[in-house]
């Protein structure tokens, strides 16, 4: 018997804890379509630019090395 009101414990807390979950949700101010795209666009140029970046780095130490160990 012990062990029934266990489980009901438990999966009270979890069903507690999903509907927590789902009322924080609505409380949440979601971006709309045009700010969306536009954080979109901005992670977009950010991660060309660092991938740029590092890809001249790459090429700088590269040739670096090579005149080095030449």
């Known amino acids: ?3 029934l009101a266990k489980m009901k414990q438990s999966f009270g807390s979890t069903f507690s804890f999903f509907a927590d979950s789902w009322s924080e949700l609505r409380k949440v101010k979601w971006p709309s379509r045009k700010e ?4 979109t666009l901005v992670v977009i140029g950010t991660v060309a630019f ?3 970046y590092f890809y ?3 090429l700088g130490i590269t040739e670096l090395l ?5």
């Open 1 to 3: 018997m012990a062990f």
């Open 56 to 58: 001249v780095l790459d």
């Open 50 to 52: 660092i991938t740029v």
């Open 66 to 70: 090579r005149l080095v160990f030449k």
């Open 36 to 39: 969306m795209i536009s954080y």
